[in-house]
T-cell receptor, first 114, second 113 residues
Framework: AQKVTQAQTEISVVEKEDVTLDCVYE???????LFWYKQPPSGELVFLIR??????QNEISGRYSWNFQKSTSSFNFTITASQVVDSAVYFC???????????FGKGTRLHILP | NAGVTQTPKFRILKIGQSMTLQCTQD?????MYWYRQDPGMGLKLIYY???????DKGEVPNGYNVSRSTTEDFPLRLELAAPSQTSVYFC????????????FGAGTRLSVL
């Protein structure tokens, strides 16, 4: 069965600290896709990144970086030098090209304290 | 760049009333989805569609109906509203299935009192 686990329900850090959001997935497929979405207090879900199972290179985009490790079935998200605007709920998701849907984790609520 | 548009943004219903949540996308996406998000919770899939004329149930379809007569529109119908349907409803669309990015609308916040 396919599954996405975001074990951290809620995290609070002080501004400028680094923070890592964990995502562990389960699938028996060899081809799959991993996603991260951000849901700020305004409510709309915003796509951040998609990574396929054949590309284990880490990705960096500004203060955001993603660490994909197939050996541990993890796709963790790190925010460096966090800012108050990073406060949001972050969702990790898993999709397979044989499926019509993607599977979302339950989300991690991140509070960046000024 | 309209993307996925949902109307209305807010609605209050009385128990037993019915309503339709509208969703329109202008990206020519084949796949469309309806999710609900209860307060402080994650997303639950209600219904989805892989193309005009084709719909299928998600994990929480009871109390809802959908139709897909055009590629652009995917309305969600609530019949006989109940307090348990108080939630935020999101519509999303994508080019294809699980390998594709889903793009979300801004959501409809529904209260059933």
């Amino acid at each position: 069965a396919q599954k996405v686990t975001q074990a951290q329900t809620e995290i609070s850090v002080v501004e400028k600290e680094d923070v890592t959001l964990d995502c562990v997935y389960e699938t028996r497929d060899t081809t799959y896709y991993l996603f991260w979405y951000k849901q700020p207090p305004s409510g709309e879900l915003v796509f951040l990144i998609r990574r396929n199972s054949f590309d284990e290179q880490n990705e960096i985009s500004g203060r955001y970086s993603w660490n994909f490790q197939k050996s541990t079935s993890s796709f963790n998200f790190t925010i460096t030098a966090s800012q108050v605007v990073d406060s949001a709920v972050y969702f990790c998701a898993l999709g397979m090209n044989r499926d019509d849907k993607i599977i979302f984790g339950k989300g991690t609520r991140l509070h960046i304290l000024p | 760049n309209a993307g996925v548009t949902q109307t209305p943004k807010f609605r209050i219903l009385k128990i037993g009333q019915s309503m339709t949540l509208q969703c329109t996308q202008d990206m020519n996406h084949n796949y469309m989805y309806w999710y609900r998000q209860d307060p402080g919770m994650g997303l639950k899939l209600i219904y989805y569609s892989v193309g005009a004329g084709i719909t299928d149930k998600g994990e929480v379809p009871n109390g809802y109906n959908v139709s897909r007569s055009t590629t652009e529109d995917f309305p969600l119908r609530l019949e006989l509203a109940a307090p348990s349907q108080t939630s935020v409803y999101f519509c999303a669309s994508s080019y294809g299935g699980g390998e594709n990015i889903q793009y979300f609308g801004a959501g409809t916040r529904l209260s059933v009192l």
